[in-house]
């Protein structure tokens, strides 16, 4: 049996989504573990869990003959990869990091650099309400303390929309907040 399949049905049948499997070179085996996702439900995964999942996977690898040095079983963390809709959907009105296949060139239209290829936003669903578009200001965050004049106008905002094909990479943009979780903001 395949390890993407040994792996896949330990940990969906343990009732957690598998996120990511990576094998280094070094014999490291590190699986990436989450809840399945439901609507206005926001579990995160513990230490317990990475240990039920680890335990079973050990048994499960070692019944197929699967041979690895180390097994390492984790949450996305704060920076989880965006791979499949579903991941999108989850997180639209998210602040994420994104890597096109290919830079922006012509269709860059003046707005950006057409070389570029990496963009920070809010993830949100285009006008259409079918794909995914990328909103950013290039205006500088306002440090604190800082006074703003009142009379100052904003940058303006820019949008980029893209498929799920065009990305090389996306991830949730790590954001640490010491003041504790602040409830997702509804619309």
């Given at each position: 049996m395949?390890?993407?399949?040994?792996?896949?049905?330990?940990?969906?049948?343990?009732?957690?989504?598998?996120?990511?499997?990576?094998?280094?070179?070094?014999?490291?085996?590190?699986?990436?573990?989450?809840?399945?996702?439901?609507?206005?439900?926001?579990?995160?995964?513990?230490?317990?869990?990475c240990?039920?999942?680890?335990?079973?996977?050990?048994?499960?690898l070692?019944?197929?003959?699967?041979?690895?040095?180390?097994?390492?079983?984790?949450?996305?963390?704060?920076?989880?990869?965006?791979?499949?809709?579903?991941?999108?959907?989850?997180?639209?009105?998210?602040?994420?990091d994104?890597?096109?296949?290919?830079?922006?060139?012509?269709?860059?239209?003046?707005?950006?650099?057409?070389?570029?290829?990496?963009?920070?936003?809010?993830?949100?669903?285009?006008?259409?309400?079918?794909?995914?578009?990328i909103?950013?200001?290039?205006?500088?965050?306002v440090?604190?303390?800082?006074?703003?004049s009142?009379?100052?106008?904003?940058?303006?905002?820019?949008?980029?929309?893209f498929?799920?094909e065009?990305?090389?990479?996306?991830?949730?943009?790590?954001?640490?907040d010491f003041?504790?979780?602040?409830?997702?903001?509804?619309?």
């Amino acid at each position: 049996m395949a390890l993407q399949q040994i792996v896949q049905e330990t940990v969906t049948g343990l009732g957690y989504d598998l996120v990511d499997i990576d094998r280094t070179a070094g014999g490291l085996l590190r699986i990436t573990i989450d809840w399945p996702w439901q609507p206005g439900s926001e579990l995160f995964i513990n230490v317990e869990d990475c240990e039920k999942v680890n335990r079973q996977l050990q048994f499960a690898l070692e019944v197929d003959g699967v041979s690895y040095s180390r097994l390492e079983v984790s949450s996305p963390g704060i920076d989880r990869p965006l791979r499949h809709a579903q991941d999108f959907e989850r997180f639209v009105g998210s602040l994420i990091d994104i890597t096109l296949k290919l830079p922006m060139a012509t269709d860059a239209a003046g707005m950006v650099n057409p070389s570029r290829k990496k963009f920070r936003g809010t993830l949100e669903r285009d006008a259409t309400g079918q794909g995914w578009q990328i909103v950013w200001s290039d205006e500088p965050p306002v440090k604190p303390g800082q006074k703003v004049s009142k009379k100052r106008v904003p940058l303006p905002l820019n949008a980029l929309g893209f498929t799920l094909e065009e990305l090389r990479e996306a991830r949730l943009a790590p954001v640490v907040d010491f003041k504790g979780r602040k409830p997702k903001e509804t619309a």
